[in-house]
Structure formats: C-alpha cells, structure tokens
C-alpha cells in the first residue's frame, strides 16, 4: 500500500485552477443540479458517477446541445450492454460542429499543414459553405440517413468536410487512412457497404509522393455498393472514368440543412485493430459523441474559441474523429498530413510553434523518440503557447513525463490519456485542476466509474487490477455492424464480470485518485502468480540507448510451463553481444522484478505493429503456440507483415 505521497511534477496555479472551465461548471452545477460546491474535482467525479442522470443533464445545459425534440429522461434504461440514452430527443452532431460559424464567421477552424510545415486555414464560414454545398449533392446522389459513406482520406480539410456532410444529412461516416492497403480496407467497407467512396489519388508522407490510384481502382471493383467515387487530386491528376470531381460538389453556396435524427441514430463506424480476425465495425451515436467529447474536450482537455487544438493522427485511427470534434467547443482544429518525422525528428514540435497550438497531443512513441534523439524543443522552438502537452497510443513512462518538464517546460501540463476506439474517448487522463505525478494519468473521467478488480470482481485500491467501467458511457458502442444478436459486442466486453465492462487493461487506481496503465490485460506477464503489464517492461528496458523497440511475450506452454522472451530490435550499430544482455537483465531484475526477468533475449529485424501503431502482443504469443498464421492474425491489419516470418519460424524450431 502507498504509505507517503509523492511531490507532484507539476501542479497548476491558483488562478489557472480559478479559470479552468470544469471548475467554473462545478460551481454552476451545484447552484443548479445539486452537485458539490466543494471537495473540488474528487466531489464533483463521486456525484458525476453516483448521480448520473443528474450529471449528464448539467452538460446538455452547460454546453447549450440543441434538443430539437426534447427528451423523456436522460437515462431509459442503464443495462449494460444496450444503455438507452435520452430517449425521444433528436438532433444533428454536424448543426453543433458548425455553430462558431454564427459568431466568428472569418476566423478560422481547420488550420491545414503538410510536409511544407506552412499552416493554411480554413475559416468557419468557408466550412460551413462546403458543407452545405456537400451536403446538398449528397442529397442529391440520393443519400439517406443510415446510408454509408466512406473515406480513403488523409488528414485534410476535406476529410473533415465531407464527414459533417455526411453526419449534416444523418448518414454514417467511416473512413481509412491511404497508407491502408486494399486487403485493410475492404476488411472493414465491405462490412457495412458504402454507398458513397470519397478517395484521393495519393498522397505525401516523408518527402515522397505515394500514388494510390491502383488501390481506388481495386476499391471500386470491390465494393458493389458504391452509386458514387468522389475524386480528390492531391497529387494533381485527372478525375478517373465515372468519378465526381470534389471541387464541382463543393462550389455551391446552400445553406446546410441539418437531418434531425434520434440520439442514438449512428455517426460514424470505427475498427478495431483486427489483429486476430475480421476488426470490429464499432457503431457510435450522433448525441453520445456530441455529449461525450463536448465533456472530455470542454471540461477535461479546457479546450474553447480561444484555443488551438493540434493532434498527430490519421483518419484511420479514433483520435482523428476526437481531434475533429474540437470544432464542437469552437476550438480551430490543426490537421497536420504528413510524416511525424519529416524532414526531421522534431516535426511536430516545429508543427505545434506554425500553428500556434494550445494543446497539442501525439503519442508515448514518439516523446521517447524525441527524447533518444536529443531534441530540445523549447531551446529551438517557440512553444510559449503550448499550455498543454498530451499523450496517448501507450503508457507515457516516467522518463517522458520527466523529458517533457525538462525539455517543453516546468509550466506544463502534462496529460497522458488512456480510453479507445471503442468509445472514442478517454476513460482516464486530462484534468486541468489537479497536479500531475510521474508516470500517471491524473484521474478517472468525470462520468465514468472507473475501477480496478481482480478476477473475483473485487474492487482493488493501490494494486494491479482489471480496467473496468461500471456505470454506461454515452459514447459507448450502440452495437457492432453484422452482429445481429449482439454476441460478438457482448463478448467483446461483457463476457468476463456480466453487466461490467471490462477493457482489457490491467489499471492500478491510486489511493489519492491517479491512475497507472500498465498495458493490455489480455497479453499479461504471469510470473508465479506476479502479472506485470508489458509497459512496464517496454520502458525499462528501452531506455538503454541500443534498444530501439522491445517485444515481450508470456507463452503458457502444454506442460504447465511459462516461456517469457524478450524480442529487441536493436539502433544501428548496436550488437546483442553479452554486455548488452547482462545490462537488459540487470535493468529488469533491479527496477522490475527478478521474475520478470526474461527467459531468454532475442534479436528481431523489426517490431509488427497494427496499422495503428500498436505493438501485436497476442498474435505474436499465439504465433509462438503454434497457431497458424493465417488463424493468428488478420493479415491486412499488420504494418509489416514480413517480419511474423520470424516468429512463424521460431515457433517452428521450438516445436
């Protein structure tokens, strides 16, 4: 148990606690919906999960979310699976991303960047035009709400264009990044069938251009579906045979006409990583994301019309739909296309100085990669602006929270942020009034009764348990596409503590309220009843200069055994030579757990990831048991499919 409380890396200022908005929404909900006045965020979280109903009707009111038919109660029926949220109420997510358009109709909400690193902006009153326009020609294709409409897209303006016109006639977005091949992406289109493909004809990452028209061509012979192919020329070529050029569609001047659709009508489609099969076609809901992210980006990232909010991500992975919703809290929205290295690994810091952003968010991976690479971004960059350094993808370890407060600033608010694609928000993380520990992310959700248990269900203080969510979340899924019978949702997480939905992390919740990550429960290191998540491994051993990336698996063997290898892919020049071994085991016994220590330490040519840049834990273990490759994995989710040959191989040999 935590008997002393660690000083706080960082704890913000009286006056900037005073402004946060979460505290000025505490205030007003407890002048107006009985929550607490004092206690400060603690309070307010305990009556934010104990009185729900109450909780979530303060955010409708607060962020002003325009019912056009009103609704019965906030919460129908709180069963989890099939939580029924604000039943009878109808509206538009698109009517609510455009409203700064009413008030500040030339300043600007998406600012676009590329490899040039020149930001180009998009004011608010030339979006809301290309919506309207977009949207009427989509009408009149003969799109109708529920129909689906696709996108093979950078991260653009146009991408953000066409899925509020998408969301503006109650159709259902879902899009992939060009750096997906055909087999990925017809994985997941083919699925709920499109009726609608907007493509680009390529686009540039790393100073070179990519032509992707070979795979639009294999898209439209795929999907049967399609009654249209928008072309986007981001490469500068003709519109192909049939298509429909985007500029045409866009050019008009109609006013959006927003489809009013019940709350729990889709938006949009997301996937799964689908690393062991067909990904998951996750449905989320027009209201449950407007309330979900106007609470996560309003109250917890204190995002507002003042703020610049910059995220590298792509169109195929969920915090791309997150970074779009800043448009809801009247945020101007930096979209950054392009490598997060190029032409240098301090991109994206060159990127957050352009842009002017306010709060800024990129993954784990790449702190840890600006901090082995020796950037100094405060000393050759220009980050005053920057109150707001978030992480997510990963665990952020101790030494990137440490690299952060010394590199950016002592003045920063660090917030590492742990949810997924499978609510499309954070279960824990940013919380503007509260100080910040290394290695933590500083509290559970307002909303989400976030707990740890242990496989009995017991609720754990202090130790490594199960990340569960025990109330429903409005961004919740409201069902899986093809599962007719909600097996496939049930058993994605309810099948382990019925009625609770368990993630698959393993999470330890402080006594004083923080919470720990420590990597995926599913892929857990069992070492004589000892579980350790592999985070934990993946940033000790890292920090040694001549490990680029590590892979650590548990292999439960037939006979009752337990094989633990350490998979390391080594920098340039680096060689897994004795000295080196004995570092990596020294490292893991001293500041882990001599059990934890691997059985054996094993040079790879490289890491697989998913396409979303997750390092493929479980594949590589069944790999490992012998599974078959084509049962392991899904082959089209793997960025580097090449290098399973290994694994295959030494499976082969140990057999």
Wanted: charged share 20%; aromatic share 8%; net charge negative.
């Amino acid at each position: 148990m935590t008997t002393a409380i660690p000083e706080p890396l960082w704890r913000p200022d009286p006056q900037r606690v005073a402004d946060a908005q979460v505290t000025r929404f505490q205030a007003w909900a407890a002048e107006h919906h009985g929550a607490p006045a004092d206690g400060g965020y603690p309070a307010l979280h305990r009556w934010s999960v104990t009185e729900l109903e109450a909780f979530w009707r303060a955010v409708t009111q607060w962020f002003d979310v325009r019912f056009s038919t009103p609704y019965a109660r906030v919460l129908g029926d709180r069963a989890m699976p099939g939580a029924e949220w604000f039943p009878g109420a109808t509206l538009n997510y698109a009517e609510h991303a455009l409203r700064a358009a009413d008030t500040r109709p030339d300043e600007p909400a998406l600012l676009h960047v590329d490899e040039t690193h020149e930001p180009r902006p998009v004011t608010w009153s030339e979006l809301r035009r290309q919506v309207g326009s977009l949207a009427a020609e989509l009408r009149g294709l003969g799109v109708r709400p529920g129909d689906r409409v696709s996108g093979y897209l950078p991260n653009i303006p146009q991408a953000v264009v066409a899925l509020l016109a998408t969301a503006a006639v109650g159709a259902v977005w879902t899009s992939c990044a060009p750096d997906f091949g055909a087999r990925s992406v017809l994985d997941r289109f083919q699925q709920v069938e499109p009726v609608v493909l907007f493509t680009v004809d390529g686009y540039r990452y790393g100073g070179k251009e990519h032509d992707r028209r070979d795979v639009v061509a294999e898209l439209r012979r795929e999907l049967p579906t399609l009654r249209a192919v928008v072309h986007i020329p981001l490469l500068g070529t003709d519109a192909p045979d049939g298509t429909l050029d985007w500029s045409a569609l866009t050019s008009g001047d109609t006013p959006p006409v927003f489809e009013q659709v019940a709350f729990a009508h889709p938006l949009w489609v997301l996937y799964s990583s689908g690393t062991t099969g067909l990904p998951k076609a996750i449905v989320q809901s027009q209201g449950g994301i407007l309330v979900e992210h106007l609470k996560q980006l309003g109250l917890h990232c204190d995002l507002g019309p003042e703020d610049r909010f910059f995220w590298y991500t792509s169109t195929g992975w969920m915090m791309w739909n997150f970074l779009v919703s800043g448009l809801l809290t009247g945020t101007t929205v930096v979209l950054y296309d392009g490598s997060p290295g190029h032409p240098d690994t301090a991109a994206q810091w060159r990127i957050a100085e352009r842009t002017g952003a306010t709060l800024y968010g990129t993954s784990a991976a790449y702190v840890m990669a600006c901090r082995k690479a020796d950037v100094h971004p405060a000393r050759d960059f220009d980050l005053s602006r920057v109150r707001c350094v978030a992480t997510t993808g990963s665990p952020l370890p101790p030494d990137g929270f440490r690299w952060l407060h010394d590199e950016v600033r002592a003045d920063l608010w660090i917030a590492s942020v742990s949810g997924g694609t499978d609510v499309c928000s954070c279960f824990a993380g940013a919380v503007p009034t509260l100080p910040v520990h290394t290695g933590e992310l500083q509290a559970p959700g307002l909303g989400t009764d976030l707990q740890s248990w242990d496989p009995q269900g017991r609720p754990l203080v202090d130790e490594v348990g199960e990340l569960v969510v025990t109330n429903p979340m409005p961004s919740m899924p409201v069902r899986f596409w093809n599962d007719p019978d909600g097996s496939r949702y049930h058993d994605s997480y309810f099948d382990t503590y019925p009625g609770v939905w368990r993630h698959g992390d393993w999470i330890t919740l402080t006594s004083r309220g923080s919470v720990i990550i420590h990597g995926r429960s599913d892929s857990t290191l069992n070492r004589q009843g000892v579980r350790m998540g592999s985070a934990d491994i993946y940033e000790a051993v890292e920090r040694l200069p001549e490990i680029k990336e590590s892979l650590v698996i548990g292999v439960e063997e037939p006979d009752g055994g337990y094989w633990m290898p350490l998979f390391v892919h080594l920098a340039p020049g680096a060689a897994l030579d004795q000295p080196l071994l004995d570092r990596i085991k020294r490292t893991i016994r001293t500041e882990l757990s001599p059990r934890h220590v691997p059985d054996e330490v094993i040079e790879v040519p490289g890491i697989p990831h998913t396409l979303t840049g997750k390092r493929i834990e479980v594949p590589v273990k069944r790999l490992l048991q012998g599974t078959p490759l084509e049962k392991a994995v899904n082959p089209g989710s793997i960025d580097r499919l090449d290098l399973l040959a290994f694994y295959v191989d030494l499976a082969r040999k140990r057999a």
